[in-house]
Structures are given as structure tokens and as C-alpha cells.
């Protein structure tokens, strides 16, 4: 008997002790911080490894994501009232112009990309026969659909628009704007001075789904295609790319992806149905803590991965280019302000 109660001590001994350190292993780790990203639908997959990654560096972190179009993400904060430790938008210019100076006061620019026409080649109407050169005339086809994503919510939406007056100018084809939108929705556009344009997205865009299909935001669109549920759909170059989808590159001069021709893409502005007017210009992603961000400092942790060696590989391996080294603008933390270039905000 004795000996069984001394062994039954041991084992009492024992549990305490496991539980103890238990106890105070837990007592002693760092609490787990939640890391809130909004970012660009067309991020998706670069920031889930991303996250990933990050994750594996800081274990103590838990980065909870949420893809939507760019603008609708800002709206998540600045209207919504919802607080996000990472902000990061396809089109930069939007984060001065809808966060500042009350939600952000800088921001890194990162990344660059390009708009392309993707399509299925086993399903697409004619998709053995488009080019580079005939895109439009494929699209104005009888039983041909394309799509692209709303330009009152995402940049991919707006920008797919001029691409079409872009394109007007560069082939010298008056009717291509006419024909493609014009006539299908109720999207419109009237020359301001000679050889500029302002096109207005109304609320209410009126898609003819006959014709054209709309999406809150471009990955929306990629199921359709694939499913062969629309023929041809205006996305991001990485987005087609991570996706598997066969493309038409489309000319530089219209594809949004060269600061050489600025001057020729600024020809072209969008006026989106709260009244804000965007000009054309090269794409460019940016991304930002927002002032209000509960945990500011694993959100600069993160941007601080994002625009470093790592981030950019993913990024370079997910379709886009990086901007190495990245650029910044505004009030940059003092922590950045070593790794980017700093530049005077242009708009």
C-alpha cells in the first residue's frame, strides 16, 4: 500500500508540474497580435504568400486578409468605420486622395502592372484569330461578350474603360468606344478640349448582358472565362498570369503599364459616380498603415516585407514587377525612410 501511494504522489507530483510549466510557458509567450490587411482583389494571391511567409517569420502574428476592389477596401475604413493595420490599393493615387489627411498621411509605392484582354483559347468565340491588332474588331463580333469590373469600385473597372478611348486614338478607330461601350451601357463620354476626353460612370451602368457583363471587382470575371461563361475579360496582366488564362497583350501606349507615355494615357479621364475624376495614367499599386490601425506596428512589419526582398520575389513570381527600391510619399515613418526613395507626392 505504501508503495502505491507514493507512486500516485509521484504521478499528483508529476501533473503539477506539467502544468505549471504549462502555465507558465503560456503566461510567458508573447500574446497573438491580428494583423487586419484590405487590399486590391488583383493582390490576392501575392499577399496570401505573403502572409505566409510573414506568418513563418513572426509566429506571434495572425494576418487575417480581405481582397476587394481598391476603393471599396478604402470605404472599409473611411466610411464603413472598420479599422485595418494595412492598407494596400492598385491604384496609389487613391490613398492620398480618399484617406488623407484623416486615414493615412503616406504611402509606398510598390508594385506596377498592366491590363490584357484574357480569354480561354478552347472557348472564347475567335479565340484563335485575335491579336494585338484586332482585338476591338473581335469584341464587336455578333455573340462575343467581354467583361470588365465596375469602375465605381475598382480600378481594374476604370481603367479597362480608357483603355477603350485609349485605344480609339492609338488605331485610329473612332467608333471603338462608340461601338463597345457607348452603345452597350450606360457609360458616356464627351471631348473636353481637342483630342481629351472625359468619360462619366454613372451609378446606374446599365450593362447589356447580351453583350458586356460587370463585376464588382476583375477576379470576378475569371470564372466566367475559364467556365466559358464570357468570352473575354479586361484584367490585370498578373491576374491572368496567376490564373492560368491565356491573354492578348495589348500596346504599350494603351495598356497602362509605361510612365513613358504618361502624356499620352493623360489624355483620358474618368469621372466614377461620386464625382471624383481619375486620369489615365501608368498603373501603379501602393500601400499604407492607416492612422487609425490597431496594431501599427506589426502593419509596418508587413509593408516593410512587402516592398523588401522577399515581398518582391513574390510579387515578380506572381505576374507583376516590382518597383525596387519601392517609392514613398507624405509623412513616411522614420522606419522606411532608410529603404525607399522618398518623393514629393505628384497627385
Excluded at 491572368?240 to 488564362?245: D, R
Excluded at 487609425?292 to 508587413?302: Q, V
Aim: charged residues 20%; aromatic residues 8%; contains cysteine.
Amino acid at each position: 500500500m505504501e508503495r502505491r501511494s507514493v507512486l500516485a504522489l509521484g504521478i499528483v507530483i508529476a501533473v503539477i508540474a506539467c502544468v505549471a510549466a504549462l502555465a507558465f510557458h503560456f503566461a510567458s509567450a508573447p500574446p497573438v497580435q491580428t494583423l487586419k490587411v484590405f487590399h486590391a482583389g488583383s493582390l490576392a494571391v501575392p499577399f496570401a504568400e505573403a502572409e505566409k511567409q510573414f506568418e513563418a517569420l513572426h509566429p506571434n502574428v495572425d494576418v487575417q486578409r480581405e481582397a476587394m476592389g481598391s476603393i471599396a477596401a478604402i470605404r472599409q475604413i473611411t466610411d464603413v468605420g472598420k479599422r485595418g493595420d494595412v492598407l494596400a490599393s492598385a491604384d496609389y493615387t487613391l490613398i492620398p486622395s480618399m484617406m488623407y489627411p484623416e486615414y493615412a498621411d503616406w504611402v509606398v509605392r510598390f508594385a506596377t502592372n498592366s491590363i490584357v484582354l484574357a480569354y480561354n483559347p478552347e472557348m472564347s468565340r475567335y479565340a484563335d484569330e485575335i491579336t494585338s491588332d484586332n482585338w476591338y474588331d473581335i469584341l464587336r463580333m455578333d455573340g462575343v461578350t467581354f467583361g470588365f469590373s465596375n469602375p465605381n469600385l475598382d480600378p481594374c473597372g476604370y481603367r479597362a474603360v480608357l483603355v477603350f478611348q485609349l485605344a480609339e486614338l492609338y488605331y485610329g478607330d473612332a467608333m471603338i468606344f462608340d461601338d463597345l461601350i457607348l452603345n452597350n451601357t450606360a457609360i458616356t463620354i464627351s471631348e473636353e478640349e481637342k483630342m481629351t476626353y472625359l468619360i462619366k460612370a454613372l451609378e446606374g451602368l446599365k450593362p447589356n448582358r447580351e453583350k458586356v457583363i460587370i463585376r464588382p471587382k476583375e477576379v470576378e470575371l475569371v470564372a466566367l472565362v475559364e467556365s466559358g461563361g464570357l468570352d473575354y475579360a479586361f484584367e490585370y496582366r498578373s491576374v491572368a498570369v496567376q490564373h492560368n488564362l491565356s491573354y492578348v497583350d495589348l500596346p504599350a501606349e494603351i495598356d497602362l503599364s509605361n510612365v513613358a507615355y504618361e502624356d499620352s494615357y493623360n489624355k483620358v479621364k474618368v469621372q466614377k459616380a461620386d464625382g471624383a475624376t481619375i486620369t489615365a495614367s501608368a498603373i501603379i499599386y501602393g500601400i499604407t498603415v492607416p492612422k487609425n490601425a490597431p496594431n501599427p506596428e506589426p502593419g509596418l512589419e508587413f509593408v516593410k516585407f512587402v516592398i523588401g526582398d522577399a515581398g518582391q520575389r513574390i510579387i515578380e513570381d506572381t505576374g507583376q514587377t516590382s518597383i525596387a527600391p519601392a517609392v514613398g510619399s507624405g509623412e513616411l515613418p522614420s522606419e522606411l525612410k532608410d529603404i525607399v526613395i522618398t518623393e514629393v507626392h505628384r497627385g
